[in-house]
C-alpha cells in the first residue's frame, strides 16, 4: 500500500491557521522538553484533563499547551501533521483506526512504561485496538462502546419500554411515543453531522445490525446492497420524523447539550456519554439490532500517542504514562472540580472495582456489557477488523465522503438511493486507485 493511500486526501494541506502559529516545543538548557503541545478532541474528560494535568506542571516544570479541536476537525488535523512528519504536535488523540495503521508506516512510536503502570490492567479490548504486533502504539484515556441512554419518566409517561437489543422497530414506536415537539421533547437525538467517526460511524453499526457490511471478502463495496438501504431508510425516517431540526449538523456534544437541556427522549451513542448527563431519570439499554446483534454497538478509545516527528519523545511519553495511568483517575476522582463520577472510564480494569465509582456510577454495568459484546474481529460477513469503522488505510476518505452522503439523505437533499449511489462510487474508485482490485 502506498503512504500516499494513506492519507485522506481532504486531509493533506489542511494544517493552517492559528494552529500552523504554534511552536511545538521549547526547551531547557539541558534539552529537556520545557512544554508539550497536545492536541485534543474537545471532549468532557479531555476538557478536564486540562484542569488536573495543572498539578503535572507544577510537579515538573513541564509547560502544558492544548490544542482542543472538534473530533472531525481534530482528525484532519492530527493526519496531516503526523503523516507528513510535520512536528506540531508532541501527544495526539487518536483512536483505534489509526493507531495500528500508523503504528506500522513508524508515524507514531512504540509506548513502554514502567511496571507502575500495570498494563495489564487495561481492558483486553482497549489494549489489543491499540496495537500492532503487539506493540501498544497508543494509551487509552477512554474507552467505550455504544448503548442506549433513555430518560425512563418519559418513557413510562409514554407507556413504552425499551429492552436490551431491542428492535429497530420499537425503538422506533418509543421515539414516536416521546416524541413531543410542542413541548420542546424530540423522541431520538442521534449522530447526523458528516464524518467517518461521525454519522458514518453510528449508521454502520445501524448496517452492521440489519446485514449490511462496507465491503465483500475481495474489499470491494458493497454500500450499493438491500441491507444498507433498509439501515438508511430506517435512520432517515427515525431522525427525520422523530428527531430535532437540524440533525443533520449534531454530533456528541451537540447531543450531550440537548440531552442534559431536557430535549432528547432517548439517544444512542458512546457509553462515555453517561459519565456527563445530569438527569436523574436516565436508564441504559444494549444497542438496538435488526437481528443482527454482532457489529450494532461499537469499540472505541481516545487515546494518546507520540508522533515521530517531536523533538520531545521521552518527555511526551512520560506525560502519557501519567494520564493514562491509576494515578490519573485517583487524581481526578479527587479533584475538587470533579469526583468519581467524572473519571474517565473504559480503559483499566480496576476502575470499576473502586467502592467510590461504583456508587455513582449507575452506568457502570451497562457500559462494560457493551465494550466486552463489541466485535471488532473479522466475521464471515464482515471480513475485515473494526465494527464503526474499516481498519484499513483508505477507510478515513471513504468513510469521510460517505457521511456526507448520508447528511444529504437525511436533510431531504438526496435520496437515500441516491446517497448510497454516490458512496458506493466513490469508495469503488478510492479501492481500485489503491490497487486492492482493477
Known sequence: MKLGNMISKSALGLVAGSVMALSATTAFADGHAKSLTIAIVNNGH?????????????????????????????????????ATGGGQYDIINI????????????????????????????LPAMRKGLSYDGKLYAAP??????????????????????????????????????HDPDNGVYGACLRGKPGWGDNAAFITTIANSFGARWFDKDMKPQLDSPEWKAAMDMYVNLLGKYGPPGSEGNSFN????????????????????A???????????????????????????????????????????????????KDYIKAVANHPDFGWGKVPTGTRTSTYAYPEFKAVAKFASAEMAA????????????????????????????????????????????????ALAAAQSNADSVMKEAGYYE
Not at 476538557?47 to 510537579?59: G, H, L, S
Not at 483512536?95 to 487495561?122: N, R, S, T
Not at 451537540?254 to 456519554?273: H, P, R, V, Y
Open 254 to 273: 451537540e447531543i450531550l447539550a440537548l440531552f442534559n437541556e431536557g430535549k432528547c427522549g432517548m439517544w444512542i451513542d458512546a457509553t462515555i456519554a
Open 275 to 325: 459519565s456527563f448527563l445530569e438527569s436523574d431519570q436516565v436508564a441504559y439499554a444494549q444497542s438496538p439490532n435488526a437481528g443482527n446483534p454482532v457489529g450494532a454497538n461499537w469499540l472505541w478509545a481516545w487515546a494518546m500517542a507520540v508522533p515521530s516527528g517531536t523533538e520531545n519523545t521521552a518527555e511526551a511519553k512520560a506525560f502519557i504514562e501519567w494520564a493514562t495511568s
Open 371 to 418: 465494550i466486552d459484546s463489541a466485535a471488532p474481529d473479522p466475521t464471515e460477513l464482515k471480513p475485515y477488523t473494526g465494527v464503526q469503522f474499516v481498519a484499513i488505510p483508505e477507510f478515513p476518505e471513504i468513510g469521510s465522503a460517505a457521511g456526507q452522503e448520508f447528511s444529504a439523505a437525511l436533510s431531504g437533499a438526496k435520496t437515500v438511493e441516491e
Open 46 to 82: 479531555m476538557e478536564n484533563m486540562k484542569k488536573v494535568a495543572e498539578a503535572y506542571t507544577k510537579d515538573t516544570g513541564v509547560e502544558l499547551k492544548w490544542v482542543s479541536l472538534e473530533e472531525g476537525v481534530l482528525r484532519e488535523q492530527v493526519t496531516s501533521d503526523t
Open 95 to 122: 483512536g483505534m483506526q489509526e493507531a495500528p495503521i500508523w503504528g506500522k508506516a513508524g508515524w507514531i512510536e512504540p509506548l513502554e512504561f514502567g511496571a507502575e503502570y500495570d498494563v495489564d490492567d487495561i
Open 141 to 178: 484515556f477512554y474507552g467505550e462502546s455504544s448503548m442506549v441512554m433513555y430518560r425512563k419518566d418519559l418513557a413510562d409517561k409514554a407507556g413504552v419500554t425499551i429492552a436490551d437489543n431491542d428492535s429497530w422497530d420499537n425503538i422506533t414506536k418509543a421515539a414516536a411515543a416521546m
